[in-house]
Nanobody, 120 residues
Framework: QVHLVESGGGLVQPGGSLRLSCAAS????????MAWYRQAPGKQRELVAN???????NYADSVKGRFTISRDNAKNMVYLQMNSLKPEDTAVYYC??????????????WGQGTQVTVSS
């Protein structure tokens, strides 16, 4: 069974920075894609950024130039460095691991989310 745990959320002033972390635990051989999504109140969940096992990344237009995704394949971790935060970045941020290869097969897994609030 794969378990994802996010950390690093909190309250930050506009213009500030936060770094989110997500750790995947369990017997994992590889994770093909790791991603960050977010969901603001009353809105649909949206992709923020993702990165495949080869290091290729993709970003939502709204965060390009401000957020940076990175991952540590050996530790099964993914990070999201968020700079120049804006109030509209306020949301619950979720970690996703897609194409998780385990002894029992392949899965797609989600974390429980971490709250990010950008406010003065």
């Amino acid at each position: 069974q794969v378990h994802l745990v996010e950390s690093g959320g909190g309250l930050v002033q506009p213009g500030g920075s936060l770094r989110l972390s997500c750790a995947a635990s369990g017997t994992i051989f590889a994770i093909y894609l790791m991603a960050w999504y977010r969901q603001a109140p009353g809105k649909q969940r949206e992709l923020v950024a993702n990165m495949n096992i080869d290091g290729l990344s993709n970003y939502a237009d709204s965060v390009k130039g401000r957020f940076t995704i990175s991952r540590d394949n050996a530790k099964n971790m993914v990070y999201l460095q968020m700079n120049s935060l804006k109030p509209e970045d306020t949301a619950v941020y979720y970690c996703e691991a897609d194409g998780v290869i385990t002894p029992t097969g392949r899965s797609n897994d989600w974390g429980q989310g971490t709250q990010v609030t950008v406010s003065s």
